[in-house]
């Protein structure tokens, strides 16, 4: 966070796309393509970053969708894709089970 004319090199230091390389886990990438707080054009600069740094993620864009999933079926797609991603990067019950072990 920052402005981008007096903080420019923290940001460049900090951003997530040129960080990509950094990434040692799955990401799951869901925008809206009418969200008004955040860029959508962001999550694209993010997924073209983890895909040139050859990292593993899912990019889903919700066409209209906000920043807040009003709609309805933006939250269902959301909600389904997160516990698709969960289950396959983590496995069933695996995020019980390390939550208590830790």
């Known amino acids: 966070m920052g ?6 090199q923290q940001l ?5 796309a040129k960080r990509a390389a950094e990434i040692k ?3 799951l990438l869901v925008h809206g393509t009418a969200d ?3 860029p959508y054009e962001q999550s694209e ?11 593993q993620f899912e990019f889903i864009t919700q066409e209209a969708g906000d ?3 009003s709609l309805q079926e933006h939250r269902q797609e959301f909600f389904a894709a997160l516990v698709r991603f969960l289950d396959t990067h ?3 019950g ?8 830790n």
């Open 45 to 55: 600069l993010m997924a073209k970053a983890l895909k040139s740094a050859s990292k």
């Open 90 to 92: 983590l496995g069933a």
């Open 94 to 101: 695996k995020l019980v089970t390390n939550a208590v072990a």
């Open 36 to 38: 008004a707080s955040v």
């Open 3 to 8: 402005n981008y004319w007096y903080d420019r």
């Open 12 to 16: 460049k230091a900090t951003s997530p």
């Open 67 to 69: 920043h807040q999933l």
């Open 25 to 27: 886990i799955p990401v």
